[in-house]
Nanobody, 125 residues
Framework: QVQLVESGGGLVQAGGSLRLSCAAS???????MGWFRQAPGKEREFVAT????????HYADFVKGRFTISKDNAKNTGYLQMNSLKPEDTAVYYC???????????????????WGQGTQVTVSS
């Protein structure tokens, strides 16, 4: 497992952009990474995932075309670029990681064994 720390959240107007970062305590080049979010009163939901190779990504339908997941192995950091933000994107965003992760898309919470503490994203209308 690795320790994960998110940053980059904040308040933004609808249509704006934010880039979330997820700094890992160790090397992540063999780790798949994912982003989830949780709005008040709702379950934590999958947002995006990237394979350990970085060559495969998958998104929830509600962010396709707006969000981009990536990771920089040299910096041991994962990213979530969020564009065209909507008020319904308001939530606490969590990054997650798991070593290797296999070949499939990791879209479930229990696919991951390392989690960050979350960063708040608020989109005003």
């Amino acid at each position: 497992q690795v320790q994960l720390v998110e940053s980059g959240g904040g308040l933004v107007q609808a249509g704006g952009s934010l880039r979330l970062s997820c700094a890992a305590s160790g090397r992540i080049f063999t780790y798949a990474m994912g982003w989830f979010r949780q709005a008040p009163g709702k379950e934590r939901e999958f947002v995006a995932t990237i394979s350990w190779t970085g060559g495969s990504v998958h998104y929830a339908d509600f962010v396709k075309g707006r969000f981009t997941i990536s990771k920089d192995n040299a910096k041991n950091t994962g990213y979530l670029q969020m564009n065209s933000l909507k008020p319904e994107d308001t939530a606490v965003y969590y990054c997650a990681a798991v070593k290797d992760g296999g070949l499939g898309y990791l879209t479930q919470r229990n696919d991951y064994d390392s989690w960050g503490q979350g960063t708040q994203v608020t989109v005003s209308s």
